[in-house]
């Protein structure tokens, strides 16, 4: 199944309930799982990935599919390696094609353990869970920030604490960042000098919590208005002053002339003038999620880009890199990959290559369907495969589309 979209009303406005953050809803959920707290965080997410978390975490069983949700993936083998029991954790043919050895290395460090069921490195997982000892481990910082937090969320429960030394530059700080500032305001205490984490044994304190609106879902939404003429839009539940790293695009897209406005119930996002940059050059080491908003805007746009701190962006829910290039080219634009972790465009569309009705493959990537789904705002009409991918993150991105004048054919395949 596919959808077939299209928008010619370029004066965009409308009210729109974003989804809460997946990743503070997960982070929220292991924590409160760690410390038996009483009080159920308010306004989860209702994605996929959270689900299946909250499912985990709440289930009877010891055999557990996650799917293709790989967040859960990384903080449920931590998770469990400190939960009495024996455990097995497998999920889709992609998730067992994305490494954990890293993961699995340090949990044994700390005298977990975990044993490969199939290929070593990866998934399916049997977890004999364990007392875990701290001690001082390194970490490649080039690794998925996943893997740290994982780690720092049960470090207060290993004995005599946890010390994580990251060797080198440090991939998406902000959601190391993020763990942490959750992880204090449910009473942990923690030193960070450096590329060093200490953090000692102690017990969290449960606490009522209400998770705010997801920046990278809010990112599609700035999109949308910087292919648009003018309008505003308003993000309910979206704070400006966030733990999330992708808030940062507020700063970003004041290129492309879109102003932010913190409300008291939300964000107010208006644009009265079409303006962009003449060229684009963006760093996404602090926030890889947002790398496919911002590639198909400077396409849509023609803005030449150079694009680096993309290397995890290879074992996402697919390459995204090779993603990325695969679908824009039916736009034309051909992706250059300079080094490993960089993407680039000339700004020069091959009008011999595009395609009248571009037909937007999603690779099981949530995504690529809805950062490509804008698009219909600048070719007229676009069509997404397999478009449910997107309750992933955003189960109702469809019908929020909607709501600003996108028309939306659902056809067979």
């Known amino acids: 199944m596919h959808y077939k979209i299209s928008n010619d009303i370029k004066d965009i406005s409308g009210s729109i309930n974003l989804p809460a953050s997946k990743s503070i809803s997960n982070r929220v959920l292991i924590i409160n799982a760690l410390s038996f707290n009483p009080y159920p965080a308010e306004n989860l997410s209702d994605s996929d990935d959270t689900n299946v978390l909250k499912k985990v975490l709440h289930s009877n069983n010891n055999k557990f599919d996650i799917g293709h949700a790989g967040t859960a993936m990384r903080f449920l083998t931590a998770f469990l390696a400190r939960v009495a029991g024996e455990w097995e954790l497998t999920g889709s043919e992609r998730m067992k094609q994305r490494p954990i050895d890293i993961l699995v290395d340090a949990l044994n460090e700390l005298g977990g353990k975990i044993e490969y069921l199939d290929k070593e490195g990866f998934p399916p997982l049997k977890i004999y869970g364990s007392h875990l000892i701290g001690k001082t481990i390194e970490l490649n910082g080039s690794i998925s920030s996943q893997y740290i937090s994982a780690l720092l969320m049960i470090a207060p429960y290993t004995q005599n604490g946890l010390t994580i030394k990251i060797k080198g ?32 044994e102690q017990k969290y304190l449960p606490c009522e919590f209400k998770v705010e609106a997801d920046w990278s879902g809010a990112s599609y939404w700035y999109e949308i208005l910087a292919m648009a003429d003018k309008g505003e839009l308003f993000l309910q539940n979206l704070e400006l002053k966030s733990y999330q790293g992708d808030a940062i695009i507020a700063k970003w897209f004041e290129q492309f002339g879109i102003e932010s406005v913190q409300m008291k119930f939300g964000v107010m996002l208006s644009k009265s003038t079409d303006k962009q940059p003449d060229e684009l ?61 960089e993407l680039e465009w000339n700004g020069k569309a091959d009008l011999s290559i595009v395609k009248d009705i571009p037909f937007i493959e999603t690779y099981n990537d949530h995504r690529m369907a809805m950062a490509f789904a804008p698009m219909a705002l600048s070719c007229g009409k676009i069509v997404i495969d397999d478009p449910l991918v997107v309750t992933k993150s955003y189960p109702l991105f469809w019908k929020d589309i909607e709501k600003v004048n996108f028309k939306i054919i659902q056809e067979e395949n």
């Open 169 to 200: 530059d440090i991939t998406s700080l902000s959601y190391i960042n993020l763990t942490l500032n959750l992880m204090y305001k449910f009473g942990i205490k923690y030193e960070w000098d450096g590329n060093t984490i200490h953090i000692p």
């Open 281 to 341: 050059s963006l760093d996404f080491i602090e926030n890889p999620d947002i790398a496919q908003t911002m590639a198909c805007l400077c396409v849509a746009k023609k803005i030449p880009f150079h694009f680096s701190g993309l290397k995890t962006l290879k074992i996402k829910e697919t390459d995204r890199i090779a993603a990325l290039k695969n679908e824009l080219i039916k736009f034309g634009a051909k992706l250059d990959e300079p080094i490993h972790g």
